[in-house]
């Protein structure tokens, strides 16, 4: 009886192996579709980000830390997340690699820190110094080193993120990536909606009307679709829609995730 068990489970556990073999195989086939990392509130204590793989619909908690995970910000070569997280004093800023791994605190520690960006050329990583006003930024190497206040009274967070290179589009609007569309929501005919236009607001037409209020939507990184969350019964999920050029019909969302948690923040990768 013991042999026949243990032939019985070694043929499971074969076929077991066969098939996760086979749908690993099959997600490795399935084409790039992009990913993206985003903050998840499965608690509302303790938050984590998430990458998810949009063309194999497979995510990973990247930080699983019993502490606030948040904010993520990819650096302009999709190696890196700039991030916010208090498992160190207060609100810091710290870096990991796209796999979670390689965790290190960029801040000083002693500060309450916020709304971490990178240089256009990756080379610097700039923030607010919440505990020091609105206008305080910090500015910090991805190795830590040359960490300094680079706004004063006659040098603005605006004219900082200019010098760097950093996308300065305002929170109700914005830009494409190649600058010749801007985004934005707006309240029409009973309903919130997605809609495209010109720079200078004109010839706008409607993506997809949103069920609910929505975070401000972002753009892929070559301006095809569109990413947001929208909140439906206390909680929120991911949607997918694309943005074709020569369309002017609206387009039906994909929804990304079904949830219990709370998702927001999104922020794509830039295609490694």
Same mark, same amino acid.
């Given at each position: 009886?013991? %042999?026949? *068990?243990?032939?019985? /489970?070694?043929?499971? /556990?074969? *076929?077991?192996?066969?098939?996760?073999?086979? !749908?690993?195989?099959?997600?490795? %086939?399935?084409?790039?579709?992009?990913?993206?990392?985003?903050?998840?509130?499965?608690?509302?204590?303790? +938050?984590?980000?998430?990458?998810?793989?949009?063309?194999?619909?497979?995510?990973?908690?990247?930080?699983?830390?019993?502490?606030?995970?948040? !904010?993520?910000?990819?650096? =302009?070569?999709?190696?890196?997340? %700039?991030?916010?997280?208090?498992?160190?004093?207060?609100?810091?800023? &710290?870096? #990991?690699?796209?796999?979670?791994?390689?965790?290190?605190?960029?801040?000083?520690?002693?500060?309450?820190?916020? !709304? +971490?960006?990178?240089?256009?050329?990756?080379?610097?990583?700039?923030?607010? !110094?919440?505990?020091?006003?609105?206008?305080?930024?910090?500015?910090?190497?991805?190795?830590?080193?040359?960490?300094?206040?680079?706004?004063?009274?006659?040098?603005? +967070? $605006?004219?900082? #993120?200019?010098?760097?290179?950093?996308? @300065?589009?305002?929170?109700?609007?914005?830009?494409? =990536?190649?600058?010749?569309?801007? #985004?934005?929501?707006?309240?029409?005919?009973?309903?919130?909606?997605? &809609?495209?236009?010109? +720079?200078?607001?004109?010839?706008?037409?409607?993506? @997809?009307?949103?069920?609910?209020?929505?975070?401000?939507?972002?753009?892929?990184?070559? $301006?095809?679709?569109?990413?947001?969350?929208?909140?439906?019964?206390?909680?929120?999920?991911?949607?997918?829609?694309?943005?074709?050029?020569?369309?002017?019909?609206?387009?039906?969302?994909?929804?990304?995730?079904?949830?219990?948690?709370?998702?927001?923040?999104?922020?794509?990768?830039?295609?490694?």
């Amino acid at each position: 009886m013991i %042999a026949i *068990i243990g032939r019985l /489970c070694a043929a499971l /556990c074969l *076929i077991w192996a066969g098939a996760w073999i086979a !749908a690993a195989r099959l997600a490795a %086939a399935l084409p790039y579709a992009g990913e993206i990392a985003y903050m998840v509130y499965d608690h509302p204590i303790n +938050p984590d980000i998430y990458l998810h793989d949009i063309g194999r619909g497979v995510r990973h908690n990247l930080t699983a830390h019993p502490a606030y995970d948040g !904010a993520p910000a990819w650096s =302009p070569d999709g190696a890196w997340i %700039a991030f916010l997280s208090d498992r160190e004093r207060g609100s810091q800023v &710290f870096i #990991m690699n796209a796999s979670g791994g390689d965790v290190r605190r960029l801040s000083d520690g002693r500060g309450i820190y916020g !709304a +971490p960006r990178w240089s256009a050329d990756g080379t610097r990583i700039v923030f607010f !110094a919440l505990h020091l006003g609105t206008n305080a930024l910090y500015s910090v190497r991805p190795d830590g080193s040359d960490l300094a206040q680079v706004t004063s009274d006659q040098v603005t +967070p $605006g004219m900082v #993120m200019l010098d760097l290179g950093i996308e @300065t589009n305002s929170i109700t609007r914005l830009t494409s =990536p190649d600058r010749t569309r801007i #985004m934005f929501l707006s309240y029409r005919d009973d309903a919130w909606g997605v &809609f495209i236009a010109n +720079p200078d607001r004109t010839d706008d037409r409607l993506v @997809t009307t949103l069920t609910h209020y929505s975070e401000m939507p972002v753009w892929s990184p070559d $301006g095809t679709r569109v990413l947001y969350t929208t909140w439906e019964r206390g909680t929120s999920d991911l949607y997918l829609v694309d943005v074709p050029p020569d369309s002017d019909a609206p387009m039906t969302p994909i929804r990304l995730t079904r949830t219990r948690g709370i998702e927001s923040s999104p922020a794509w990768r830039p295609r490694p």
